[in-house]
């Protein structure tokens, strides 16, 4: 099983809705991020979460809200999507002994 | 602010070729360096690192080598496969302490049999 698992896998959506992406891992991580990646962007970070209790904006929050409900489980929300939101999102957990992150399979998100 | 930066792709060789993706970076002191590696349909995973000044990472025959004096992380097989068709991405994580992940644009490299 995979140890980092991202809901849905891809979704098509209208401008205006709320939307939600779901990320479970079975690592025992503490700390999770949520990116974007878009064509010749690179992956940019929107939010992190060092524990349960503690979340950060990253470099493009806007337009975005998080929840971490659990350690396992982490969330991203689009309030209100609009297209410039279509991209492929990825969930990632790290480990802070060997320094590296690793990631979900992603989640496309089409906004029309 | 810390940034990376990696040659534009995509990059085609045929198999068995020799591969150079250069990457270069800016940061203050002594940043730890990754290369992570994405094939078709997955999330990024680990590909090699380094965490300080000459220290070689190397894994699956790639191997980078962090030059402080050129602020660089190169990476480099000498003979690819049609399997290492992927995207790379190298990446920075400032000194001192837990700090956010930079990535770079990514390289697209498509191997050719």
């Known amino acids: 099983d995979a140890d980092v698992t991202q809901t849905p896998r891809n979704r098509i959506t209208k401008t205006g809705k709320r939307i939600m992406l779901e990320c479970s891992q079975t690592?025992?991580?503490?700390?999770m991020y949520w990116y974007r990646q878009d064509p010749g962007l690179g992956l940019r970070l929107i939010y992190y979460?060092?524990?349960?209790?503690?979340?950060n904006k990253g470099e493009i929050s806007d337009g975005y809200s998080v929840s971490r409900q659990a350690q396992a489980k982490f969330s991203l929300s689009l309030e209100s999507a609009i297209p410039n939101q279509t991209a492929l999102y990825f969930c990632?957990?790290?480990?802070?002994?060997?320094?590296?992150?690793?990631f979900g399979p992603g989640t496309r998100l089409t906004v029309l | 602010g810390d940034s990376v930066t990696q040659m534009e792709g995509p990059v085609t060789l045929s198999e068995e070729a020799f591969l150079t993706i250069n990457c270069t970076y800016t940061?203050?002191?002594?940043?730890?360096l990754f290369w992570y590696v994405q094939y078709p349909g997955e999330g990024l995973q680990l590909l090699l690192k380094?965490?300080?000044?000459?220290d070689k990472g190397s894994n699956k025959g790639f191997e980078a080598t962090y030059r402080k004096e050129t602020t660089s992380f190169h990476l480099e097989k000498g003979s690819v496969q049609v399997s290492d068709s992927a995207v790379y991405f190298c990446?920075?994580?400032?000194?001192?302490?837990?700090?956010?992940?930079?990535f770079g644009t990514g390289t697209k490299l498509q191997v050719i049999p």
């Open positions: 990632a957990t790290s480990d802070l002994r060997t320094d590296t992150q690793y």
């Open positions: 690592k025992g991580h503490d700390r």
């Open positions: 979460s060092f524990d349960v209790k503690d979340i």
């Open positions: 940061a203050t002191g002594y940043p730890s």
């Open positions: 380094a965490t300080k000044a000459d």
């Open positions: 990446a920075l994580r400032p000194a001192g302490g837990y700090q956010k992940v930079t």
